[in-house]
């Protein structure tokens, strides 16, 4: 079959211009489809609750290399301070402008443009190529990755390995690949008083210095040393809330937010643990509550790591680091079944007004992601 080779950039800008914010789709993943059809793609819509998710593979042999991203983005906020409307995809001195340019659909753009190019030059191809495409990274994840890799395990269609799109590099591309994150752990501290007038303390009982004397110890933690690939854990407070608008009124409740993001050494239930038992040692009453949507994990360097890193230096004549740092990603519930590796653009505008990729790294990922699929599948 005759292959079209896709243009990053008019597809990047196609997908900008969806203003996707989760939970809406607003046509991206229809774009995408339209887009993967002709290069000999089955797509399959998989939606959850309200959010929309794509599957799209083609070939039914191994090796098989499922690409993860996400169409949905954060909210742009006030579009009067943007230089441009944020989605308008504008293009001015070399740069595209726009939510969701970096994180995430410039680099989906980038991998679809790489199987055009990949596809064009292996005509008789037999393996397989995927790609994981949800609506729900940027908000719960619950109804996208975690449940479309369910119902692809439940059909036998796992790949032997993943490449996750995330925007991978902190200042320019070779900086960083991914091998792994932090998880993350939220806690809600409470200690209840007894309410009453600042003059008659003796007949009131006011929660905020156990609570300080609570915080404290948590602040002074120090649960480990960090390990061979993650830094140490850290514990930020993040929020202490009385409600009191009175200075006359000594409050009858103080609480607390806090946030762990912990290495390869804990679980959320062992890290819940240890927290309890620092705050027991106080000797102040206090409740406590704690979630967590991401467990630490690790794709330990191998094969597929060497060879991505292998790709990357080849563009860009740069080593990258294998990285664990940055916040969450969907690349958590992947690493449940097999090697995982994020590699992407540049995350230094992410989230921010005025999100921008340049369209010279386009150009370069769109070559490392083509690299990657010439050495998985070639050797």
Known sequence: MSINKIDPITLT??????????????????????????????????????????????GTHGPHLCFCGHTDVVPSGDPHLWR???????????????????DMKAN??????????????????????????????????????????????????????????EPSNPEALGDEIKIGRRGSLSGTLIVEGVQGHVAY????DNPLPHLITLLSALDQMVFDQGSDHFPATNLEIVSIDVGNPADNV??????????????????????????????????????????????SFLTKPG??????AAAVEKVTGRKPRLSTSGGTSDARFVSRYGPVVECGLINSTIHKVDEYVAIDDLHRLTTIYQQILKLYFQG
Do not use: M
Request: hydrophobic share 40%; net charge negative; aromatic share 8%.
């Open 201 to 204: 303390p003796d007949r009131a």
């Open 108 to 165: 989906i753009a980038c991998f679809v443009s790489a199987i055009s190019l990949f596809l064009s030059e292996n005509p008789a191809f037999t393996g397989s190529l995927s790609l994981l495409i949800t609506g729900d990274e940027e908000a719960e994840a619950i109804h996208g990755t975690i449940k479309v890799l369910q119902q692809l395990e439940e059909q036998k269609q796992l790949a032997d390995v993943w490449l996750v799109g």
């Open 13 to 58: 800008q196609e997908l900008v211009r969806c203003a996707s914010v989760t939970p809406a789709d607003a046509g991206a993943q229809a774009i995408l489809r339209k887009t993967l059809t002709p290069l000999g793609f089955t797509c399959h819509d998989l939606p959850f609750g309200n959010i929309q998710n794509l599957f799209a593979r083609r």
């Open 84 to 102: 441009f409307d944020p989605f308008s995809a504008t293009i001015d001195q070399g740069l595209i402008y726009g939510r969701g340019t970096a």
């Open 250 to 295: 000594i409050p009858a409740r103080g609480s607390a937010r806090f946030n762990v993001r912990f290495n390869d050494q804990w679980t959320a239930a062992t890290l819940t643990d240890r927290i309890r038992a620092c705050l027991d040692n106080t000797g102040r009453a206090y409740s406590l509550t704690t979630s967590s949507n991401a467990e």
């Open 303 to 308: 094969p597929f790591t060497d060879l991505v």
